[in-house]
């Protein structure tokens, strides 16, 4: 098997986060700028084996999509172009970002940590992934 990447995409920041090859657990990979994602996972790609990316899916209250979801579309356009042979997947990001703020609050991250926005979008990307991988391992198709 090879790793799954999540992707929090954000207009000026993009949390990343991967599976161990067994795609068992997620981890925090990184915070970078948005405009340097595409080059942090090629250089990761070489690497690491990276089966999929599973991008989080921002959606309103009523299920309808987010205003950033446009730019979203963009971003896996270009993913597309720069990784073809590897699958992309969505999943709803809904309150991650607030659950990411409570896990770092249940870890005992220090006030001036948790503050850091970069951490709060690597810890929603590590929330997406392992929440896909909890619902695949409970779903059935």
């Not at 991008?55 to 309808?64: A, V």
């Amino acid at each position: 098997m090879a790793c799954l990447v999540g992707i929090d995409f954000g207009l000026k920041r993009t949390g990343l986060s991967c599976t161990d090859p067994n795609q068992m657990i997620a981890s925090g990979l990184n915070n970078l700028p948005t405009s340097e994602v595409l080059d942090f996972l090629k250089d990761y790609c070489q690497k690491e084996e990276i089966e999929a990316f599973v991008i989080g899916q921002p959606l309103q209250k009523d299920g309808t999509p987010s205003a950033v979801e446009i730019r979203i579309q963009d971003f896996i356009q270009e993913l597309q172009n720069t990784f073809p042979k590897q699958r992309i997947e969505r999943y709803d990001e809904r309150f991650t970002s607030k659950m990411a703020v409570q896990t770092m609050l249940d870890g005992g991250l220090k006030k001036k940590q948790r503050r850091e926005k970069g951490m709060i979008d690597q810890v929603s990307a590590t929330l997406i992934l392992q929440s896909y991988l909890d619902f695949k391992t409970n779903t059935t198709i």
